[in-house]
């Protein structure tokens, strides 16, 4: 089937085959296989010949200290805190997500911001035309009247205008839309979409503007995802949340400028996207006392901690098996965990249906977590609410044993800082703080005997 000058490219993982099949030998994954045309790569035909261009090496020490890295504030501060401190000029951010989460809002604001700061910003969109950006614009009062606008998808026409406009950021909206010239095959195939990140990433880093890229992820994985495009582009950021839920999260996976994992917290509101003012305290925010299956953990997104809630269910199931529903955390860590505290806690679960739900979205993934989710559990087994005031940190292990977890002071410090007085942590954490109660706790039985006192 493969004719000459073609390439199968897998639209998962990007890997290339000669010929075309229905799995994908690198990762497995079937029916992901698309054709690509090899040949006319733009890349090589731009390349300058032997002649060296731009600077040449130098020694670190020769740079001495300097400034550091120049950045454009877009004043969102929540974004420009996951940036590292703002847009570097030159740099290529991609801004990934899912339909309707949010990513052209984000960024028609940031852009409105740029302009604001003095900063000259092209936005280009490929998924809306002007009219409908003005329209969403005045919709949620976004003052981007300064703002140009462009409304293409042909990667040779957006750095045509971006460089004669002389703008400073442009926003593309999105790379799928996006399409070359040099490369045959629809916008969005994998081929394309890589072409034109690395055409960008180019232009960036030879005419100097910031692009920033807006990139859907989506679930079935059936058009070229932005997991293809990590390695080539400076920063990562994914826009996450639950969309019935008003918070969104946007996380720095990759960032070649500042630090990974750090996370800014959004509020979606009739006039945009808002800055929360206290993120560590945002996911706390409607949380019910006095009812029992809830207990507050202390979590460590990047370098900020962030307190959530966990909910736990447990009632008697009917006939069958009985149900394990866990949502933002995974259903095999829920069932380690009900498996140590029947053997080590003895509270049995084979008769009970379980519920576990971290509130606001939240996605646990430390195991530094597991103590909070056994007291929830626990709490409601026995129907008895958990003190209002109190903590839960520690990681669980197969032996009940209850380990120690990192940044311990930091944790302890927003929850005492946000009114919590009682912290449940191993008793081999090492660490003491004036205002909190600290109950060191060796194993699991010995905080089930605890709540149940
Ligand atoms: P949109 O930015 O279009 O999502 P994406 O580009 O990721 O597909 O947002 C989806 C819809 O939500 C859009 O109609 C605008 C609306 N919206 C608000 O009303 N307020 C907000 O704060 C945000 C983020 C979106
Ligand atoms: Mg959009």
Not at 36 to 56: F, H, I, L, Q, W
Not at 62 to 75: F, I
Not at 123 to 143: F, K, N, T
Request: charged share 20%; net charge neutral; with cysteine.
């Amino acid at each position: 089937m493969a004719r000459g000058g073609s390439v199968f490219r897998c639209t998962d993982c990007g890997a290339e085959q000669p010929k075309w099949g229905g799995r994908c030998e690198a990762c497995g994954a079937w029916n992901t296989l698309v054709e690509e045309a090899v040949g006319r790569t733009g890349g090589r035909a731009d390349r300058k010949g032997a002649t060296p261009s731009g600077s040449p090496p130098v020694r670190l020490s020769a740079l001495g200290a300097g400034p550091g890295v120049e950045r454009w504030q877009t004043g969102l501060r929540e974004f420009d805190f996951v940036l590292g401190g703002g847009i570097v000029p030159g740099s290529v951010v991609l801004v990934g997500g899912e339909p309707g989460i949010g990513k052209s809002t984000l960024l028609l604001q940031c852009a409105a911001r740029l302009e604001q700061a003095g900063v000259p910003t092209l936005y280009v969109s490929g998924e809306e035309s002007p009219d409908q950006i003005r329209l969403r614009a005045e919709r949620l009062a976004v003052d981007a009247g300064a703002v140009h606008v462009l409304g293409e998808t042909r990667l040779e026409a957006i750095m045509y205008h971006a460089h004669a406009l002389g703008v400073r950021v442009v926003l593309v909206d999105s790379i799928q839309t996006t399409y070359t010239d040099e490369l045959e095959g629809a916008p969005g195939n994998v081929g394309q979409v890589r072409e034109c990140a690395a055409r960008l990433m180019r232009f960036a880093k030879e005419a100097g503007p910031a692009v920033l890229l807006v990139g859907h992820v989506t679930k079935g994985g059936g058009i070229a995802g932005p997991k293809t495009l990590e390695h080539i582009v400076d920063t990562v950021l994914y826009f996450e949340g639950e969309s019935t839920l008003d918070h969104r999260i946007l996380r720095a996976v990759k960032n070649r400028f500042g630090s990974v994992d750090e996370i800014g917290v959004f509020e979606m509101t009739g006039a945009g996207l808002e800055p929360v003012a206290d993120p560590a305290a945002a996911f706390l925010a409607g949380r019910t006392t006095g009812v029992s299956g809830s207990a507050v953990t202390a979590l460590m997104e990047g370098t900020r901690p962030l307190l959530v809630e966990i909910q736990a269910l447990a009632t008697n199931s009917g006939f069958g098996t009985p149900q394990r529903v866990a949502t933002g955390l995974d259903h095999r860590r829920l069932a380690v965990l009900l498996a140590v505290l029947e053997r080590r806690g003895g509270l049995p679960f084979g008769e009970r249906d379980v519920f576990v739900n971290v509130t606001g979205g939240v996605r646990l993934v430390e195991p530094s977590t597991d103590l909070a989710v056994v007291a929830a559990l626990v709490s409601s087994v026995h129907d008895r609410p958990l003190p209002a005031d109190a903590v839960f940190l520690g990681e669980v292990g197969l032996g009940g044993e209850i380990r120690p977890v990192a940044a311990v002071e930091r944790r302890l410090g927003e929850a005492a800082r946000q009114g919590f007085r009682r912290v449940f942590l191993s008793a081999r954490s090492r660490v003491s703080l004036p205002g909190l109660d600290l109950v060191g706790m060796d194993g699991i039985g010995e905080l089930a005997r605890r709540l149940a006192a």
